[in-house]
């Protein structure tokens, strides 16, 4: 009897084991369907009180002083959570300057000398506050001055109107929640401060509201965990749940990687001078064109007939500078910063020795126009290369090349013009390449030559190299300054294609440059004396360019250049000028067409890889400057334009804003573009990480390192020094001028001046004897500055 109630007890206890477990499965069911529901809910609610134009808290003209310390009126909206600012009051996605987000900011009051309040609103870790995307999904605003990123300073017109914006923004910024909620209902919202917002029964949390708001957030934490245990013990997955959102659907489709092809097929011209002997009945053409120009007139606009054109556009044509890419990634490994110039004046220099035979110009790019291709390193590494056409008139080209791997990457716009000046003409870049190597954080900028083109109406027709053009670090404080000359008048053969130059150390010259950019340019180290190759052109170094890779033609888009000109190409190819001149017009007629229709429609043309950020620059939209993570980065690859990296774990990616690579790439180039000096959001390092939850201004600009402040701080005390030593040596001249003319001097006449008390000219003994010790004492310490700073 006793086994029998045992086995009685045992049986009910595990019946009331097994309920309780299935309760506890129906219960967690409904507890995660609750949690996404409520998460749709409060995403629902941030999008209505976006796009809402009921739901404002404050809204009013506010000045907002930007990076270059100067005032600008701007309209301010205050929502629950959010700050938007327009250019104007027509609250317009072309007027949208940018949106701040609130949650993480506080705002103080700021002491100012002028009238009005002022107030300030920053992030208190000095992290960007301002959202990637507006609310109608912009991501380029409004073109007004540079804004900061940690923080914005604001004016208002009155003291009451600035503790009026005080009080809203302390309530959005405690309330932000509170009020989302207020858009439930259907109460009307004031658009000023002095008419508060209605507070209805949804508004007012009781503890039950936020113990099941916790819980919910607690929810999701042990969700994660319990999974296994739940997979262990045979709990199947929620059915009842609802189905994914469609764009969370797209986002986990992975991105099928661009198949690309070696291509070797290169020409190259002669060494030496560059010419072009025309046919007779082509000589008529060039007549023909030169009736239409003037003298100093912008050739871009003129119809170039198609016998003087090379087979390729002027984007993959802008490719041949990273044929040694390889010598970048020698220059990221380096140690040595002058051996780094060096190394980037070598690769630099390498990308102009292939040129085509005869005088040849590549395609004008049509607008909208891509290229990509690729190298592959010795070390399995590649270097892409991206470019588009971003816009027409003016003719501007941008390009983006990467190589995380290696740990540089290069970004540039280019601006194309062409002067004619009668028998000559000069194609002019315009333009600054910033490289970034990427492990170092240092940033390196660079100019392009000019081509220019002689002989049109009379002589033989030539193009060459000049102008002089600048390779500059300012993290390392190393310059190099390259010349390239024109051939002179009465000049040889070895006056051709010539380039003197010379590496400096602030003011100091390390080492120059002479010699030839198509044969040889050797170095000279001014210290030790010794000379060396720089760059040789031969055999041996044509071997050793790397093989680009492009996409197959079947596979390209229609607007990627060798698909768009192929049948352009393939006639020139066939010397048929007739049928390249048709095909060449089909494609100008469809641009035009093209042009007018926009213009019609009132629609700008929007290019779809890169994106112009406030100082004018067009940037890659999805450039990635993280170094190289050799723990969990792959490779790099690339897929729809997107350059992206291969991880062993999964990561969130990080994109680079347009902003924040403008920080990255340019700390030089707008040296005084800085943010003001008494903010208290100070850059501690020149790397910073970066939040992937978190965007950069659309307008601002971002702090530099405090290793470009030190430098600028030694440049700026140096050329304090430098200063001080001419005064020092333009009072030793005085004092050497007064004593020749003490010792020329006739004797003074006896009268109420005492003789012994002066010298010649009428100078006191004591005051050239005080000249003469200070005189001493700032040789002394300027000869031990020299040596210290040596």
């Not at 499965?25 to 609750?34: D, I, L």
């Not at 507006?134 to 007004?144: F, L, S, W």
């Not at 192929?566 to 000028?577: G, M, N, T, Y």
Request: aromatic share 8%; hydrophobic share 35%.
């Amino acid at each position: 009897m006793f086994l029998k109630f045992l086995n009685v007890c045992r049986n009910c206890r595990q019946s009331a084991a097994d309920a309780a477990k299935l309760n506890r499965k129906e219960s967690y069911k409904a507890q995660r369907k609750n949690y996404r529901r409520e998460k749709k809910r409060v995403a629902s609610e941030l999008m209505n009180s976006l796009q809402d134009p009921a739901v404002i808290v404050l809204a009013d003209w506010l000045k907002v002083r930007g990076t270059l310390k100067s005032w600008t009126k701007l309209w301010c909206v205050l929502k629950p959570g959010l700050l938007l600012i327009y250019k104007s009051q027509k609250t317009k996605s072309s007027h949208w300057v940018g949106t701040v987000m609130l949650t993480s900011c506080q705002v103080i009051e700021r002491p100012s000398k002028k009238d009005g309040f002022c107030f300030k609103l920053f992030h208190p870790l000095d992290q960007p506050i301002w959202a990637p995307r507006g609310p109608d999904k912009e991501t380029i605003g409004a073109v007004v001055q540079p804004l900061p990123t940690a923080y914005l300073i604001f004016r208002a017109p009155s003291q009451a109107a600035g503790k009026c914006w005080m009080d809203a923004l302390e309530l959005s910024l405690r309330c932000s929640a509170l009020l989302l909620r207020s858009n439930s209902t259907n109460t009307p919202s004031s658009n000023y401060a002095e008419e508060p917002l209605p507070v209805s029964d949804e508004t007012q949390w009781s503890e039950a509201d936020y113990e099941k708001h916790f819980n919910d957030h607690d929810l999701d934490a042990d969700s994660q965990n319990e999974a296994p245990n739940a997979a262990m013990s045979g709990l199947e997955s929620d059915s009842e749940s609802e189905p994914a959102h469609e764009d969370d659907v797209a986002e986990q489709i992975p991105c099928e990687e661009t198949t690309y092809v070696p291509f070797q097929e290169e020409e190259f011209g002669e060494q030496g001078e560059q010419v072009e002997e025309l046919a007779e009945e082509n000589k008529s053409l060039i007549w023909c064109i030169v009736k239409q120009v003037r003298p100093g007139m912008d050739l871009s606009k003129v119809v170039l007939p198609t016998f003087i054109l090379e087979p390729r556009s002027f984007l993959d044509k802008l490719s041949d500078s990273y044929y040694h890419a390889d010598l970048l990634s020698r220059a990221v490994h380096e140690d040595d910063a002058y051996t780094r110039m060096k190394f980037i004046v070598q690769w630099y220099l390498s990308g102009f020795y292939k040129k085509p035979k005869g005088l040849k110009k590549p395609y004008n790019p049509i607008l909208g126009e891509t290229f990509r291709c690729y190298w592959q390193h010795p070390n399995g590494s590649r270097t892409f290369y991206i470019a588009e056409q971003v816009s027409h008139h003016p003719p501007v080209s941008a390009f983006y090349v990467t190589n995380r791997e290696d740990g540089f990457s290069i970004s540039c716009s280019i601006l194309a013009k062409s002067k004619f000046y009668g028998n000559s003409t000069s194609a002019v870049l315009e333009g600054m390449a910033t490289m970034t190597l990427l492990p170092r954080g240092e940033i390196y900028t660079a100019t392009t030559p000019y081509a220019h083109c002689k002989g049109i109406l009379m002589g033989t027709l030539s193009m060459e190299l000049g102008g002089k053009i600048n390779i500059e670090c300012e993290n390392t404080g190393y310059k190099t300054e390259l010349e390239f000359k024109l051939k002179p008048f009465l000049g040889g053969s070895d006056t051709i294609n010539v380039v003197v130059g010379k590496i400096k150390l602030g003011k100091e010259t390390l080492a120059t440059i002479n010699g030839h950019w198509d044969k040889e340019l050797r170095l000279k180290d001014l210290k030790t004396g010794e000379e060396s190759v720089l760059l040789k052109v031969d055999a041996e170094m044509r071997s050793k360019r790397l093989i680009r890779h492009v996409v197959p033609l079947e596979k390209q888009l229609p607007t990627e250049s060798q698909r768009l000109w192929s049948l352009v190409s393939d006639a020139i190819a066939r010397e048929d000028q007739v049928a390249a001149t048709e095909q060449k017009t089909v494609l100008e007629e469809n641009q035009r067409a093209a042009a007018k229709s926009r213009l019609q429609n009132d629609q700008p043309h929007v290019p779809a890889l890169f994106e112009l950020n406030a100082y004018g620059e067009w940037i890659y939209k999805y450039a990635d400057l993280r170094p190289w993570d050799v723990r969990n980065d792959v490779r790099q690859y690339e897929c729809d334009y997107k350059v992206l990296t291969e991880t062993r774990n999964k990561t969130v990616p990080i994109v680079l804003s347009t902003e924040l690579m403008r920080s990255n790439i340019d700390p030089g180039a707008h040296s005084t573009r800085r943010l003001p000096s008494d903010t208290t959001n100070v850059s501690k390092t020149k790397n910073k990480p970066v939040d992937s939850d978190s965007s950069p201004s659309p307008q601002g600009a971002v702090k530099r390192g405090s290793n470009t402040s030190a430098i600028r701080q030694l440049a700026l005390a140096i050329d304090q020094m430098n200063a001080t030593l001419a005064n020092h040596s333009k009072q030793l001249n005085d004092i050497t001028n007064r004593l020749e003319r003490i010792q020329f001097a006739p004797n003074l006449r006896n009268g109420s001046i005492n003789s012994n008390d002066l010298i010649g000219g009428g100078v006191s003994i004591s005051t050239v004897v005080k000249s003469i010790f200070y005189a001493l004492i700032g040789l002394t310490f300027s000869v031990i500055l020299r040596w210290f700073f040596k």
